[in-house]
């Protein structure tokens, strides 16, 4: 099958796509989602390592690594309070530019059924 060159709108929306796959990777770990969903229940106090740990069925330092995965995403942060640290979901700026690619790969990849 003969292949069709790329437009330069398809090839910045592919570069685009591959720019996010930090995010896409943190977001595909079934733990990492559990950790997600246990601070977002916890939107306004946010959760320190050792209470995610005791929801988990994962160790501390198990759940120390994800957390620096989703930390270096964008998709919590933390915030020193005296000797603890309290995680907190910050997943609506890294969501907006998945959408914005997810948008732009089918607009561009697909023109046609636009």
Known sequence: MPTVPLTIEQKGALEDFTNEFETMNALADRNRQKIILLLSERLQEG???????????ITQPAVSHHLKILREA?????KKEGLQSFYRVTLDEPLKRLEVVIHNLLLKLNPEEN
Not at 47 to 57: L, N, P, R, S
Not at 74 to 78: D, I, N, P, Q
Request: no cysteine; proline share 0%.
């Open 47 to 57: 959760m320190t390592v050792t209470e995610i740990t005791q929801m988990m069925a």
């Open 74 to 78: 964008g998709l919590v942060s933390f």
